[in-house]
């Protein structure tokens, strides 16, 4: 049975004063914190968001080697035969899944938007299997966008920092998007990728390394097991 944990009660002032001391400390932890996935056009980050889904992005990034020479336009992903595609992401798991989803979004991109990977929330949410995660990693990474991405490393360590009561993602980016700078130190998408290197790193969801961890000062979960 999945653990309970206890949730922190959070004062968004006190929030935002903790983001103020924390933010620094992590870009300076992590100065190269950025997207894991290997990309070089947006319609790339795009497919390789959709690959990455219960997938690792180290696979992801060997399979897109490959995958990016063979593939280059929205069109090259189309016109392939359904099967083909399947075959080329078949070690990314979910494989019918993602090439049907790759397609359909590649359709989209080509009749709605001119080939183009669109470049506003409100747009790249009309493209298939694209939801506010996704959509931010486009915005944040491609476009220079501010943009929280609420992963899962995002969402346990803002509750265990005390910055967001909630799990739910949508509901935990609109609380962070309150407390954290939009701009300064980098802005909303440094902020995210810091927290997704401190999750890997340190504060890892079973065990975090708290001893080592250049936040602990700050952190209300530092040691304390029943808030991890
Ligand atoms: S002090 Fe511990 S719980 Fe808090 S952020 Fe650091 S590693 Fe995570």
Not at 91 to 105: E, L, W
Not at 128 to 137: E, L, M, Q
Request: aromatic content about 8%; proline content about 5%; glycine content about 4%.
């Amino acid at each position: 049975m999945a653990k309970k944990t206890q949730s922190i009660k959070v004062d968004p002032a006190e929030a935002k004063a903790r983001v103020e001391k924390i933010f620094p400390l992590l870009c300076k932890a992590y100065p190269d914190a950025k997207v894991s996935l290997n990309y070089s056009t947006p319609l790339e980050l795009l497919i390789a968001t959709i690959l990455a889904a219960q997938c690792t992005d180290v696979r992801v990034n060997t399979v897109t080697q490959d995958l990016f020479k063979k593939y280059r336009s929205a069109e090259d992903w189309l016109k392939v035969p359904l099967e083909e595609l399947e075959k080329d992401i078949r070690s990314t798991g979910f494989y019918r899944n993602k090439a049907k989803s790759i397609q359909k979004t590649c359709k989209a991109i080509l009749e709605k938007f001119n080939g183009q990977v669109p470049r506003t929330m409100e747009e790249l949410l009309t493209l298939n299997g694209v939801g506010r995660k996704t959509a931010n990693v486009i915005l944040g990474n491609c476009f220079g966008e501010p943009a929280i991405i609420c992963d899962t490393h995002v969402i346990r360590l803002s509750r265990r920092l005390g910055l967001s009561e909630h799990t739910d993602p949508v509901k935990l980016e609109f609380d962070l998007m309150k407390i954290v700078p939009k701009k300064k130190y980098g802005g909303w998408t440094t902020f995210s990728n810091c927290l997704v290197f401190h999750g890997r790193a340190v504060c890892k969801a079973r065990k975090p390394d708290c001893a080592t961890c250049v936040i602990a000062a700050y952190c209300p979960a530092a040691n304390r097991p029943d808030l991890w």
